[in-house]
């Protein structure tokens, strides 16, 4: 059977990355549609893969696009959408009104297959009982899934994912670059980080397997952490091996608050600090369908960091002491 080409929303980010090389790996042509095409130019030499302008939030591009493809991958997703209720505006915009849209796009061109990914955490009638905003809305886009049963639809909900330029390792490595001590907000709470090898292995395996369809899957890794144990793990690979002091809930959500005002590494919002109140874990081993066996954090997070740098830059500053 011929490769099917994929409509890949969200291509040009972490994960989206990841899947698009991976398609273009097994000879799927791979759309990717996005607002800023230098984002996307690590893209731009794979060989399978076309890179086009457009912006998914326009019904008559969404809809052009869809027709294109004989399968759509949809990757898109905010950590941050603004404050609102039962969600912000940002989250309203990536996680329910773009798949009410796809799916609706999908049915009109006739297309069957359609890949969802949501968020670990997320369970039937999260949007009205889930802590924060982004899983609320997460629920929310994905019950539009499930309940388009006319579609041939897998949902995916992973956990944390890390790999080279994630937000999680790497960011914790930072922060410990510039802070003497690390002062935590749920310190203790519990994380399944998987690798976005396997995730996007995950997706693409799951495509042309009739068993995975009207199905939904955890992805998780094979260890749970706590978020003190990985910001300590992060502080031993860089060689800043800083104190955890861990928060109580008012001082950590004072903190969330007064990080939504923060650049960068040090960035943090209410909403993220809500999300951690409940375990990102799975409820067992990934699926036997996906054909995955989920590579460690600690086996590959040396593998991409570049920790020697890193450990000379802190050499170096404690010469000057």
Request: aromatic share 6%; proline share 5%; net charge positive.
């Amino acid at each position: 059977m011929a490769a099917r080409p994929v409509l890949l929303l969200g291509g040009s980010g972490f994960i989206g990355r990841h899947v698009a090389a991976r398609l273009a790996a097994r000879a799927h042509h791979v759309i990717v549609p996005t607002r800023n095409r230098e984002r996307a130019r690590a893209l731009l030499t794979l060989p399978t893969v076309q890179v086009f302008q457009a912006d998914v939030q326009d019904d008559a591009q969404l809809a052009s696009l869809v027709r294109s493809a004989d399968a759509v991958i949809n990757l898109v997703g905010v950590l941050d959408g603004g404050r609102g209720s039962p969600w912000g505006p940002g989250f309203e915009r990536a996680h329910v009104k773009l798949v009410a849209r796809i799916v609706e796009a999908a049915r009109a061109a006739g297309l069957r297959r359609l890949l969802h990914v949501s968020a670990l955490g997320v369970h039937e009638g999260g949007e009205r009982t889930l802590p924060s905003m982004y899983l609320r809305s997460k629920a929310a886009g994905e019950r539009l899934v499930r309940d388009a049963g006319d579609l041939q639809w897998t949902v995916f909900r992973p956990s944390v994912v890390f790999g080279r330029g994630d937000s999680l390792i790497e960011r914790f490595m930072l922060l410990q670059r510039w802070l003497p001590v690390i002062p935590l907000g749920r310190a203790d709470a519990r994380l399944q980080p998987v690798w976005v090898g396997d995730v996007a292995r995950a997706l693409v395996n799951a495509l042309d397997e009739q068993a995975t369809v009207h199905r939904c899957y955890e992805l998780a890794g094979p260890d749970v952490w706590t978020l003190r144990e990985l910001i300590r793990f992060a502080g031993e690979l860089s060689g800043y091996r800083r104190t955890v002091v861990g928060l109580p809930e008012a001082l950590g959500r004072l903190q969330a608050m007064l990080l939504e005002f923060a650049p960068g590494a040090l960035h943090m919002s209410r909403d993220n600090f809500a999300s951690l109140s409940i375990d990102n874990v799975a409820d067992g081993p990934i699926a036997a369908e996906l054909r995955i066996e989920p590579a460690s954090l600690a086996s590959i997070a040396p593998s991409y960091l570049d920790v020697h740098e890193l450990r000379l830059a802190e050499e170096r500053r404690r010469a000057r002491r």
